[in-house]
């Protein structure tokens, strides 16, 4: 079982939403980051925000999205990344260490509990005890 978290800020640095989802499927660790950083581009798109910074501490996935770097078990989601970034103006995906992401971390322990859950204007209080910088922002 694995699980992703995200934050929207805005420009002002206000949470905008935050959002966990839980997967039943086991899955390699790289192919789940990879499928975590194109929840949150989907989830822009579908939000219809064009201008979005996809924060992520999986370095592996952002090399793979950001250059012609190849690796074979998440080639195909990395291309959907690739894709959907192309359909944004000015966005694009960035690495952080892990430490810097503890708030998303927080949202994907919290998925397991939960499961795939969305919050306006906040991070629930189990989660947001942690000084981070967020997964997801959008100008």
């Not at 952002?62 to 190849?70: A, D, K, Q």
Request: with cysteine; hydrophobic share 45%.
């Amino acid at each position: 079982m694995f699980g992703w978290g995200l934050v929207a800020i805005d420009q002002s640095n206000s949470v905008v939403l935050s959002a966990c989802r839980k997967e039943g499927t086991v899955t390699d660790p790289v192919l789940a980051e990879a499928l975590g950083v194109r929840w949150g581009l989907q989830m822009a798109k579908h939000l219809n925000w064009n201008t979005v910074t996809i924060i992520s501490d999986a370095e592996v996935v952002v090399n793979c999205v950001n250059s012609n770097y190849v690796f074979a078990a998440i080639d195909h989601i990395i291309q959907d990344c690739q894709e959907l970034l192309l359909d944004m103006d000015r966005s694009h995906v960035v690495y952080v260490k892990r430490s810097l992401n503890s708030v998303a971390h927080s949202l994907v322990k919290l998925s397991k509990e939960v499961g795939c859950r969305t919050w306006l204007g906040h991070v629930p209080s189990q989660s947001n005890s942690h000084t981070a910088v967020p997964m997801f922002t959008f100008i």
